[in-house]
């Protein structure tokens, strides 16, 4: 392993990466764009919000199981098979929905897509981890970055494609997109960190880490405030007066700020350590959020929500360095892909009852608890983490000889 005076410039990891970036943005844009079409799909095919509901929960469970079960796979060296796979899954995916009728089969495609994310992810996050160690935090930034940048541009292009052509448009042309990365999938670059040769059969002993413990519960509490804001934030901006545009406009809002700051909060993670960052980020987001309830109007929470991406940047980019740093080498998709069900949980948890508080009690008393719930959790991830060292990275202890 390369130490710090051999250690390439900047922009000699930036090369390798490029391939794995694609595949992730390409990823995000696919499964963001549905988020899109969502309301014509419930007002064209006669779909209630109930069915609605179940079809987005498929996709979240899908994705939870993928990564839970099968994240391990990539640190035996088989990241390149999955992508392959899950790319092609997500094309095969699309292309059903081009052609989808019924409820049932607009579910599991949504569940085969979130599956098939569940397939990529890991991987490419292993990827980056793992490139240079010393660097781990700003490679994982740029893979923040491409994730949030498909998060950005999908649902952007699907609402053009939408006004252009149609509702079946966006999901030809994504199934297309996802064909034409398939090559990039089958030729990925080859792993460069120490690989899991124990055949292991589940990734569940890591849960027994307390270092990786905590971070998981704090990326757990971060990811409860998402999903409160994808349930509530809509509706409470409707109620408001404002449009689809002005809330998409919003949502961006916070998105374009982690894609500036996501590589450089990845260096200051690997120059101060990961966990400062990440508290210093996420205690600020739980903050800002219980303000969300008092301030009036819809552009004064705009401006707080861009506020709210800078720290955001931050402190979500820094937890993957906490997650990937809390275990060996050889564990890093393992620790990943729990990571990625720690979110999924985290934001199906609050979801049902930040919507319901919000219709309940209204806005105040939903963002006070939303935020105080997140910050409570962030501060028990920390306390969990405490006393304990990394065990892979520039802070890990060197191996003892045998």
């Known amino acids: 392993m390369a130490g710090r005076p051999g250690a390439s410039p900047?922009?000699?990891?930036?090369?390798?990466?490029?391939?794995?970036?694609?595949?992730?943005?390409?990823?995000?844009?696919?499964?963001?764009?549905?988020?899109?079409?969502?309301?014509e799909l419930r007002?064209?095919?006669?779909?209630?919000?109930?069915?609605?509901?179940?079809?987005?929960?498929?996709?979240?469970v899908a994705a939870f199981v993928a990564q839970i079960t099968l994240a391990r796979l990539a640190d035996a060296g088989h990241s390149r098979m999955m992508a392959t796979a899950g790319i092609g899954l997500s094309a095969a995916a699309m292309v059903v929905m081009v052609f989808a009728e019924g409820l049932s089969v607009w579910i599991l495609s949504r569940a085969a897509l979130g599956f098939a994310g569940g397939l990529?992810?890991?991987?490419?996050?292993?990827?980056?981890?793992?490139?240079?160690?010393?660097?781990?935090?700003?490679n994982l930034g740029r893979m923040v970055v491409a994730e949030t940048t498909g998060f950005i541009f999908g649902p952007t292009l699907t609402a053009l494609l939408v006004w252009a052509g149609g509702i079946r448009v966006p999901f030809a042309v994504f199934a297309a997109a996802m064909l034409l990365f398939l090559p990039v999938a089958m030729r990925l670059p080859p792993d460069r960190g120490l690989l899991d040769v124990s055949g292991r059969a589940t990734s569940f002993d890591l849960l027994t880490v307390r270092r990786l413990q905590g971070a998981l519960i704090i990326v757990g509490g971060y990811f409860m405030m998402i999903g409160a804001w994808e349930a509530v934030l809509p509706v409470m901006f409707a109620d408001r007066g404002a449009g689809a545009i002005m809330t998409g406009l919003t949502f961006t809002m916070v998105a374009l700020p982690i894609m500036l700051v996501g590589?450089?909060?990845?260096?200051?993670?690997?120059?101060?350590?990961?966990?400062?960052?990440?508290?210093?980020?996420?205690?600020?987001v739980s903050l800002a959020t219980m303000t969300f309830g008092v301030i009036p109007g819809v552009i004064p929470i705009a401006g707080a929500m861009t506020l709210v991406g800078f720290a955001d940047g931050y402190g979500f980019t820094a937890a993957h360095v906490v997650v990937a740093r809390a275990?060996?080498?050889?564990?890093q998709a393992a620790a990943l892909g729990l990571m990625?069900?720690?979110?999924?949980?985290?934001?199906?948890?609050?979801?049902?009852?930040?919507a319901w508080m919000y219709?309940?009690?209204?806005?105040?008393?939903?963002w006070a608890a939303v935020?105080?719930?997140?910050?409570?959790?962030?501060?028990?991830?920390?306390?969990?983490?405490?006393?304990?060292?990394?065990?892979?990275?520039?802070?890990?202890?060197?191996?003892?000889?045998?």
């Open 10 to 39: 900047r922009r000699g990891t930036a090369r390798p990466l490029l391939p794995f970036q694609l595949l992730m943005g390409v990823t995000a844009g696919g499964i963001g764009g549905i988020v899109t079409v969502l309301g």
């Open 43 to 60: 007002d064209e095919l006669g779909f209630s919000g109930a069915g609605i509901g179940v079809m987005v929960a498929s996709g979240f």
């Open 120 to 138: 990529i992810l890991p991987g490419m996050r292993r990827a980056a981890s793992v490139l240079d160690p010393l660097r781990a935090g700003e």
């Open 263 to 284: 590589t450089r909060a990845g260096r200051l993670a690997d120059r101060v350590g990961p966990v400062r960052v990440t508290m210093a980020g996420l205690v600020a």
């Open 327 to 331: 275990v060996p080498q050889q564990r």
């Open 340 to 354: 990625g069900a720690a979110e999924v949980a985290g934001a199906a948890v609050a979801a049902l009852p930040a």
């Open 359 to 366: 219709d309940s009690f209204g806005s105040g008393p939903t």
């Open 371 to 402: 935020g105080l719930a997140v910050l409570v959790l962030v501060v028990a991830g920390w306390l969990r983490i405490r006393g304990t060292v990394p065990a892979s990275g520039p802070d890990a202890p060197a191996p003892q000889p045998h």
